[in-house]
């Protein structure tokens, strides 16, 4: 029985260096991991934003108070990130809509809407980001 | 033909579908938005104050914020499904999912009707 207990060194797959610096994630792959992402930043980003909403709706210094806040740096930044996540979302979001209706799901087409995702959002995200500055 | 006998609460093709109408729902009231507020004149308080008064963006809003918490439950509980795998903890963070995804709710239908 001695033979059996021959252990074989095994890959491990899937640890956090796997993840980060071995595994090559295809386009349509990381289009998919960053709408998992950027909905989950959303999701807990729902308490600020809801923040933000009830004090500018409050009354006139309210607004005023938002808007002070709104002018630092750190806020602005923080509130690109969540417009970047929101336009992924959205931009990601419709490309699936489209596979479920067997849309552009050839390998040529879907690499081609990963894409238009990743760079449409990105455009969106500096044009919303223009008009915060 | 082959008859498969589909047995259960169907809620997963429930949840699968309702996800892609709320995504909906929020992709057209987002695109209204941002043409009222990009067309519109220079936000001040009286522009944003006057469209939140407005019966049909209190409504919508509220539509909106709907979608938004069945959409996100999904969302969220699929997440869970995938990587919390002992089943007390992940009952635990759904719940306490649940529990935000109303708060939100409530918070977002007491700004509209203040």
Known sequence: MANATIHKQRPKYL??????????????????????????????????????????????????????????TLVKLSLLVLVWAYCHHFCAGIRFLLLDLHKGVD???ARRSGIVVLV?????????????? | MVNRVVVGAHYGLRDWLAQRITGLIMALYSVVLAVVLLTGQ???????????????????????????AWHAWVGVRDILMDYVKPTGLRLSLQVLVLLVIAGYVGWA????WR
Not at chain 1, 22 to 49: D, N, T, Y
Not at chain 1, 120 to 133: E, I, Q, V
């Open chain 1, 15 to 72: 640890s956090l260096q796997a993840i980060l610096f071995e595994i090559r994630l295809p386009l349509a792959g990381w289009v998919s991991i960053l709408h998992r992402v950027s909905g989950v930043l959303l999701f807990f980003s729902g308490i600020w934003l809801l923040f933000l909403l009830d004090r500018s709706l409050s009354a006139e210094a309210g607004f005023r108070a938002i808007q002070h806040y709104l002018s630092f």
């Open chain 2, 109 to 112: 239908i007491q700004i509209l």
């Open chain 1, 120 to 133: 449409a959002s990105l455009l969106l995200t500096a044009f919303f980001g223009a008009k915060l500055w």
């Open chain 2, 42 to 68: 220079p936000i001040s308080y009286a522009v944003w104050s006057d469209l939140f008064a407005q019966g049909w963006m209190r409504v919508a809003t509220l539509l909106f914020a709907a979608s938004l």
């Open chain 1, 107 to 109: 390998k040529v087409s």
